[in-house]
């Protein structure tokens, strides 16, 4: 069974572009999570999507919005890039609500 | 506020050895606890899931413990082999369906 996918997996970008990062889930898993990982702040959370509804956003800027598709697949898209976002972008996918959540390889974003 | 400390930030031991990594949360209304491991610039692997009714539970040479009366977690891991070298995260879910990172334990593991 295939694991999460990301795509791209690497991303340059200049400040003041925008930036549209996915995330494929396992097959089946309907939940899918979307984190941000820097060195300073570590890992936190961005959007949580459940059959195509967001049921949380964290405490991100409007610029970070998200959206999920009806077979699963998600995609989060930043705008107006600051060298802020430059961090590791990580999508998890669960199948149940509350059951064990799988890491994608992650899209490593670098704004210049 | 809901927060997560690992102790210890890094830890060194010899080849052999066994291991307590420890998980401390504030806020006990928890769902569930995952641990992770993550290697140096990759995703997150899932270790363990113990849920909040559950004691412990155990994969392998890792066993995971969970107190939720009193926040805390602890994941054991028996005789270290250099291949556990790796960063070691804990990350209780809550109903917001979102889960909440420590720091992380960054294990290192001598030949």
């Known amino acids: 069974k295939a694991g999460v996918t990301q795509t791209p997996r690497y991303l340059i970008k200049t400040r003041g572009q925008q930036v549209t990062l996915s995330c494929s889930p396992i097959?089946?898993?309907?939940?899918v999570s979307w984190y941000q990982q820097t060195p300073g702040q570590g890992l936190q959370f961005l959007f949580e999507?459940?059959?195509?509804?967001?049921?949380n956003k964290g405490n991100f800027p409007g610029r970070f919005s998200g959206r999920q598709f009806s077979n699963s697949r998600s995609e989060m898209n930043v705008s107006t890039l600051e060298l802020g976002d430059s961090a590791l972008y990580l999508c998890?996918?669960?199948?149940?609500?509350?059951?064990?959540?799988?890491f994608g390889p992650g899209t490593r974003l670098t704004v210049l | 506020k809901q927060e997560v400390t690992q102790i210890p930030a890094a830890l060194s031991v010899p080849e052999g050895e066994n291991l307590v990594l420890n998980c401390s949360f504030t806020d006990s209304a928890i769902y569930n606890l995952q641990w992770f491991r993550q290697d140096p610039g990759k995703g997150l692997t899932s270790l363990l899931l113990i849920q909040s009714s559950q004691r412990e539970q155990t994969s392998g040479r890792l066993n995971a413990s969970l107190d939720k009366s009193s926040g805390r977690s602890t994941l054991y891991i028996a005789a270290s082999q250099p291949g556990d070298s790796a960063t070691y995260l804990c990350?209780?879910?809550?109903?917001?369906?979102?889960?909440?990172f420590g720091s992380g334990t960054r294990l290192l593991v001598r030949p």
């Open positions: 990350a209780p879910l809550y109903s917001s369906y979102k889960l909440i």
């Open positions: 998890a996918s669960s199948l149940a609500q509350y059951d064990t959540q799988y």
């Open positions: 999507y459940f059959s195509e509804t967001q049921r």
């Open positions: 097959s089946g898993h309907r939940s």
